[in-house]
C-alpha cells in the first residue's frame, strides 16, 4: 500500500487508541485538512483484539477503507494491548519511532481524561512521546524530531473545547468513514445489548456534531482542546465567531 511508504511525511498525525477512534473524534478535521492539500496521517496504538465484534483482521480491513474515506496519506496500528495500554518506556519509545518518520507538525491526542482507559492513557502516552521524540539522547537510528504543536480531540469529554473545526461540508464522509467499520456498527445479534442500532448511530454523531458545531456558529464542529495560551499579533483578525 503506498500510504506506508518509507518516506511519507505528515503535516498532521491523529493518534489513537482503537481503530475507528479516529473516524469518531476528529475524521471531519482529517477530511478538512486533506482537502486543503495538507498531509494526514493516522497512527492507531492497538490491533481491536479486546473488541466485542469482530476480529483484529477485520479491523485491519476495515480501517484501510476508513483511511481511503478520509484522505489519508498514511495509516498503521501498533500493537499495543488492546484494553491496557500503559505508558511506559518501550511504549513511548514505538511511538517516538513514527514521530521521527512522519515528522508531522501537528499532532492530535485523545483528551487525557475518559470513561475509556485507553483514550486516557493515550492523551498522556502521546504528549510524553512527542516530547522524547525530540531528544537526541533518545537514541532509535532516526533524526530527533518534535512536532510543533499537539492538540486533544475532545469530543468524549465533558469539557469546554478551546476551539471548534468545521467540519460541515464533510460529515457525510466522515460518517461513511465510521460506517467502513461493518463489523462493529452494523445491526447483528453479537453485542446487541451493548450496542446502538445503526440508525442511532448516525443520529447520535450527527447531534454531536451539530452540538458542537453551534458553539461556534457553524452547522457540524469537531471540539479540540489545546493547553497552551494562543499567541495573537493582529486583535482584529483572532478567528472568532461575532458575539
Ligand atoms: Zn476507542
Not at 518509507?6 to 471531519?28: N, P, S, W
Not at 485491519?60 to 491496557?84: C, H, S, T
Not at 514521530?99 to 475509556?116: E, F, K, M, S, T
Amino acid at each position: 500500500m503506498a500510504a506506508e511508504a518509507a518516506d511519507f511525511r505528515a503535516d498532521i498525525l491523529a493518534i489513537a487508541a482503537h481503530r475507528d477512534d479516529v473516524e469518531q473524534t476528529c475524521g471531519g478535521t482529517l477530511l478538512r485538512s486533506a482537502a486543503r492539500g495538507l498531509r494526514t496521517a493516522i497512527l492507531d496504538l492497538t490491533q481491536g483484539e479486546a473488541g466485542t465484534r469482530g476480529t483484529a483482521d477485520d479491523r485491519a480491513r476495515e480501517a484501510e477503507e476508513a483511511a481511503r474515506i478520509l484522505g489519508v496519506g498514511w495509516r498503521q496500528a501498533l500493537q499495543l494491548p488492546d484494553g491496557a495500554i500503559e505508558n511506559t518506556l518501550p511504549n513511548r519509545i514505538e511511538i517516538v519511532r513514527v514521530l521521527r518518520q512522519l515528522r508531522p507538525r501537528v499532532v492530535i491526542l485523545p483528551y487525557w481524561q475518559a470513561r475509556h482507559p485507553d483514550h486516557a492513557i493515550v492523551g498522556t502516552l502521546g504528549y510524553d512521546a512527542c516530547f522524547l521524540a525530540g531528544l537526541r539522547k533518545i537514541d532509535t537510528g532516526d533524526e530527533p524530531y518534535r512536532p510543533f504543536k499537539i492538540v486533544y480531540a475532545s469530543l468524549y469529554a465533558d469539557i469546554r473545547p478551546s476551539f471548534i473545526v468545521d467540519i460541515s461540508p464533510f460529515i457525510e464522509q466522515r460518517h461513511q468513514a465510521l460506517m467502513a467499520y461493518q463489523s462493529q456498527y452494523a445491526n447483528q445479534q453479537a453485542g446487541s445489548a451493548l450496542f446502538v442500532p445503526e440508525e442511532e448511530i448516525r443520529e447520535r454523531t450527527f447531534a454531536e456534531a451539530r452540538h458542537y458545531g453551534l458553539l461556534a456558529g457553524v452547522r457540524y464542529g469537531e471540539p479540540f482542546v489545546q493547553k497552551e495560551v494562543g499567541l495573537i499579533d493582529d486583535l482584529t483578525l483572532v478567528p472568532v465567531q461575532s458575539i
